[in-house]
């Protein structure tokens, strides 16, 4: 008797469970400016090819990241909002921002996108010519709430410091090492999240290539990539993915 109750409460556990969905795939998702998500002419984001180096039958990719934002006005406009609120448990974050933060933090259509520079704590506080007040914060605020808010929802967040310009001095590539790239690094360290020198594993294969190759990356000016050069930083991505063996996203590489 006891065999046979055992037997039917496993065959009714069998049944209930060949209607049980099941779970969703995770879902990477990106944030950044144009040289993450770029649609002009002749111009790419690395984030616009970097779907074909994941297995996408495994892991979505949802590019989030949008052309002339920074840090700063990637939460002012909502967005951050956007993708926090769709970000679930499982999921990945890729953040890369740093392209448009460098002007001095005003009202002004030069100055909105501005941060105050480094990882601490300083405020700055403006006044907008309609009367509603914002707080700007430096680099690293903006970036640990992102890696905060995505932790707490049950995501893992990854830092990329910047792609590098095409810009050189003595035959190198001019590095970020000296200011967004360092403080992304040390943003992520402080997290305890992984950092991705995605500036310095590109700068170091245009330096290969030399700057006649490069330049043929870069059609209109010296900050945003074609196809091409699109392909290559998503291929440094994977590279700092692949090298990291704590990034669970590396079972996901195709």
């Known amino acids: 008797m006891k065999t046979k109750t ?13 209607f049980t969905k099941p779970s969703p795939p995770p879902t990477l998702y990106l944030i950044g400016d ?11 984001g690395w984030g616009n ?15 989030n990241a949008k052309a002339g934002r920074s840090t700063r ?9 956007t ?16 392209h448009n933060e460098g002007s001095v933090p005003d009202t002004s259509k030069a100055g909105r996108r501005g941060v105050l520079r ?12 309609d009367g509603h007040p914002e ?13 905060r808010e ?21 035959g190198k590539v001019i590095r970020a090492s000296a200011d967004f790239g360092k403080w992304a690094q040390e943003v992520a360290q402080q997290e305890g999240v992984a950092f991705i020198d995605l500036n310095d594993l590109t700068a170091l294969k245009y330096e290969k290539l030399g700057p006649e190759e490069v330049k043929k990356f870069f059609p209109g000016d010296h900050t945003h990539t074609n196809e091409a050069g699109a392909r290559l930083n998503a291929e440094s991505v994977v590279d700092g993915i692949r090298a990291n063996k704590k990034i669970a996203l590396r079972k996901y590489l195709r």
């Open 6 to 18: 055992l037997f039917a409460l496993a065959s009714i556990l069998l049944f209930l469970a060949s």
């Open 34 to 44: 144009s040289t993450v998500n770029n649609n002009g002419k002749g111009q790419m």
């Open 49 to 63: 090819v970097i779907g074909a180096l994941f297995d996408t039958t495994k892991i979505k990719v949802r590019n």
């Open 73 to 81: 006005t990637f939460i002012t406009e909502g967005r951050w909002k």
């Open 83 to 98: 993708t926090i609120d769709a970000i679930r448990p499982g999921d990945f974050l890729i953040m890369q921002f740093g």
């Open 118 to 129: 480094g990882t601490g704590e300083e405020t700055k506080n403006l006044v907008w010519p």
């Open 135 to 147: 707080t700007v914060n430096t680099y690293g605020f903006y970036l640990r709430k992102f890696i």
């Open 150 to 170: 995505a932790k707490a929802k049950g995501a893992t967040p990854v830092v990329c410091s910047m792609i590098p310009r095409n810009e050189w001095k003595d």
